[in-house]
Each structure stands twice: as structure tokens, then as C-alpha cells.
């Protein structure tokens, strides 16, 4: 799933790093982007979300005061379709 937003980002337990967080996105089929995810959350912890990162690219934006990049992670639970 390629994660274009994350909804609720204020939900995260900032005391246990727990996490249900709405998504948008497009599922990703044969290397190439597909049709766009509804519906969908992704849960976990935040300790574990950041170990599992594997890639982080150089694509790093500005979105308002804010500033991301990119990331390849591994082992996220997701429901939803």
C-alpha cells in the first residue's frame, strides 16, 4: 500500500507509542500504483513502526510547518479496503 496521507496523527499514545490511524492511498500491484485504498487503518506501535523502517528517501517535502519523506516499512497491520 503506498500511504499518501495519515488521518488522526493526534490519536497516537504519546505515553505507550500505541496507534489506529486512518490512511489514504493506492494499493501498489506488479511495481506500479493501482486503484486508491478507502476506508483503510493502520495500527501498531510507534517503537515497533520505527524499527521496522527499511528505505528512506530522498524525496523529503514541506507540507505547511511540517516536513516528510518517503519510508519503506515492513510488518504494518492494515484493515480496510
Known amino acids: 500500500i503506498y500511504v499518501t496521507e495519515l488521518l488522526g496523527l493526534h490519536t497516537i499514545n504519546p505515553v505507550s ?3 489506529s ?3 489514504k492511498g493506492a494499493r501498489i500491484s506488479g511495481g506500479a500504483t493501482g486503484g486508491a ?3 483503510m487503518t ?3 506501535n510507534m ?3 520505527m524499527m521496522n523502517i527499511d528505505l528512506i ?3 523529503f517535502k514541506y507540507y505547511g510547518s511540517t516536513g516528510a519523506c518517503s519510508l519503506v ?3 504494518v497491520a492494515a484493515a480496510g479496503s
Open 47 to 49: 517503537k515497533d513502526f
Open 57 to 59: 528517501g530522498n524525496d
Open 42 to 44: 493502520i495500527a501498531g
Open 37 to 39: 485504498v478507502s476506508g
Open 21 to 23: 490511524i486512518g490512511i
Open 17 to 19: 507509542g500505541e496507534f
Open 73 to 75: 516499512v515492513r510488518d
